[in-house]
């Protein structure tokens, strides 16, 4: 059984922190943990810190407070969390009246500088509530990554990085999440139909407006709520159902590359080959015989 971290108790606040040091193989190949614990302030107080190297996220257990962030201010209370980039200035103050308690989690990765950005083009904020006031899906991850940092595991940085993955995995879910749509005060689209729509005509000449002219909406309006509820814009889901094809089509038959291009509705074989390789990352022939 892990232990406890030690209590520090300060003029400001009690805390039970871990100050990890993961290996040179985590710090170069996985997530890694840097710093978590758990604090209460004991006077109203602020702390701040920039260029970090580190990504920081935090829920707020008890009590209310605020974090000031890239020049805004948020009001946080019991049950709010937030997710930002250290590298960035930022300040958190517990309120006067109602002293709040935290956990957190200081990490950082080889990829964190993408995946952050990815979160916040998903649509991810810098701090936002728990739909479930009964059940914070953050609070056992964040309780695993502190037992196991407590632990003396020979695997505790694999077991740390899972536990990283799952925190990462919940905030995208968070960010965008296709079975809770974002409600909208224009007018209604139900975006399965569209999506059926272009998986029955995306090998003929079909593009966003043809796409709108179809559900007789605005194009604006089409591409905002397309890519509200599937976190990709219609183009790219045109490309994708296109490029899902011709992979097939590769594996599995011995059509030439302009056949393929006709039949998965790219103009021609020249641009067919410009996508494959963009999304791939090589060509359609190197594809073939690899496979």
């Given at each position: 059984?892990?232990?406890?971290?030690p209590l520090?108790i300060?003029?400001?606040?009690q805390?039970?922190?871990?100050?990890?040091?993961?290996?040179s193989f985590?710090m170069?190949?996985?997530?890694?943990?840097q710093?978590?614990?758990s604090l209460?302030?004991i006077?109203p107080?602020?702390?701040?810190?920039?260029?970090?190297?580190s990504f920081?996220?935090?829920?707020?257990?008890d009590?209310?407070g605020s974090?000031?962030?890239q020049n805004q201010?948020?009001?946080?209370?019991?049950g709010?969390c937030?997710?930002i980039d250290?590298r960035n200035k930022?300040?958190?103050?517990?309120?006067s009246?109602?002293?709040?308690?935290?956990?957190w989690?200081h990490?950082?990765?080889?990829?964190?500088s993408e995946i952050y950005?990815?979160y916040?083009?998903?649509?991810?904020?810098i701090?936002?509530s728990?739909?479930d006031?009964?059940?914070n899906p953050f609070?056992?991850?964040l309780?695993s990554?502190?037992e196991?940092?407590?632990s003396?595991s020979y695997?505790?940085?694999m077991?740390?990085?899972?536990?990283?993955?799952?925190?990462?995995?919940?905030?995208m879910?968070?960010?965008?999440?296709?079975?809770?749509?974002?409600?909208?005060?224009t007018?209604?689209?139900?975006?399965?139909?569209?999506k059926?729509f272009?998986d029955?005509n995306?090998?003929?000449?079909?593009?966003?407006e043809?796409v709108?002219?179809?559900?007789?909406?605005n194009?604006?309006?089409?591409?905002?709520l397309?890519?509200?509820?599937t976190g990709?814009?219609?183009?790219?889901?045109i490309?994708q159902?296109?490029i899902?094809?011709?992979?097939t089509?590769?594996r599995f038959?011995?059509?030439?590359l302009?056949?393929?291009a006709?039949?998965?509705g790219f103009?021609?074989?020249?641009?067919f080959?410009?996508?494959?390789?963009?999304?791939?990352?090589?060509t359609?022939?190197?594809?073939?015989?690899?496979?």
């Amino acid at each position: 059984m892990a232990k406890s971290p030690p209590l520090f108790i300060g003029d400001l606040v009690q805390s039970r922190r871990i100050i990890y040091q993961p290996s040179s193989f985590a710090m170069q190949s996985l997530l890694y943990l840097q710093e978590t614990g758990s604090l209460t302030a004991i006077k109203p107080h602020t702390s701040s810190r920039k260029n970090l190297s580190s990504f920081l996220f935090f829920y707020v257990e008890d009590g209310d407070g605020s974090l000031t962030y890239q020049n805004q201010t948020y009001s946080m209370k019991k049950g709010d969390c937030a997710f930002i980039d250290c590298r960035n200035k930022y300040s958190q103050s517990s309120s006067s009246k109602n002293l709040w308690s935290l956990k957190w989690v200081h990490f950082n990765g080889s990829n964190m500088s993408e995946i952050y950005s990815k979160y916040l083009e998903r649509g991810g904020e810098i701090c936002f509530s728990v739909d479930d006031k009964n059940y914070n899906p953050f609070v056992p991850v964040l309780d695993s990554i502190i037992e196991i940092a407590s632990s003396t595991s020979y695997i505790r940085d694999m077991k740390i990085n899972e536990c990283l993955s799952k925190l990462l995995t919940t905030l995208m879910e968070y960010s965008w999440n296709p079975e809770k749509p974002k409600v909208s005060n224009t007018k209604c689209l139900n975006i399965s139909n569209v999506k059926a729509f272009i998986d029955q005509n995306f090998t003929e000449k079909i593009a966003l407006e043809i796409v709108a002219k179809q559900f007789n909406v605005n194009k604006s309006y089409l591409l905002r709520l397309f890519k509200e509820n599937t976190g990709i814009t219609v183009n790219n889901y045109i490309l994708q159902k296109r490029i899902l094809l011709a992979k097939t089509e590769l594996r599995f038959t011995n059509k030439t590359l302009d056949v393929i291009a006709e039949e998965c509705g790219f103009e021609c074989a020249n641009y067919f080959i410009r996508s494959f390789k963009k999304i791939e990352g090589l060509t359609p022939g190197e594809y073939r015989k690899r496979w």
